[in-house]
């Protein structure tokens, strides 16, 4: 069964950063592809970034150049980096593992509150 923890959020000031970290326990780490999405307040959960396992990465163009996603194989670990904070950040960020082979994301994590300050 696979489980991922979420760890990181917290409250920062507009133009601060944040690190989010998910470690992820059973199944094979590596092959996963691994994403962050988000959910605001009265909104639906919004697709973030993601990384294959070939480290192609991919985000919203909401976050593009603000945020990094990256991962840590050997610490079954996918991070999210965000810089550059504005208050529509502010949200409940989810972790989330597609196997491979698998179209959906079909494991999540429990979230992790990021909340910005103007």
């Known amino acids: 069964q696979v489980q991922l923890v979420e760890s990181g959020g917290g409250v920062v000031q507009a133009g601060g950063s944040l690190r989010l970290s998910c470690v992820v326990s059973?199944?094979?780490?590596?092959?996963?592809?691994m994403a962050w999405f988000r959910q605001a307040p009265g909104k639906e959960r919004e697709f973030v970034a993601s990384?294959?396992?070939?480290?192609?990465?991919r985000y919203a163009d909401s976050v593009k150049g603000r945020f990094t996603i990256f991962r840590d194989n050997a610490k079954n670990t996918v991070y999210l980096q965000m810089n550059s904070l504005k208050p529509e950040d502010t949200a409940v960020y989810y972790c989330?593992?597609?196997?491979?082979?698998?179209?959906?994301?079909?494991?999540w994590g429990q979230g992790t509150q990021v909340t910005v300050s103007s």
């Open positions: 059973g199944g094979t780490f590596r092959y996963y592809t």
């Open positions: 990384i294959n396992w070939n480290g192609i990465t």
């Open positions: 989330a593992v597609r196997e491979a082979g698998s179209s959906t994301y079909g494991n």
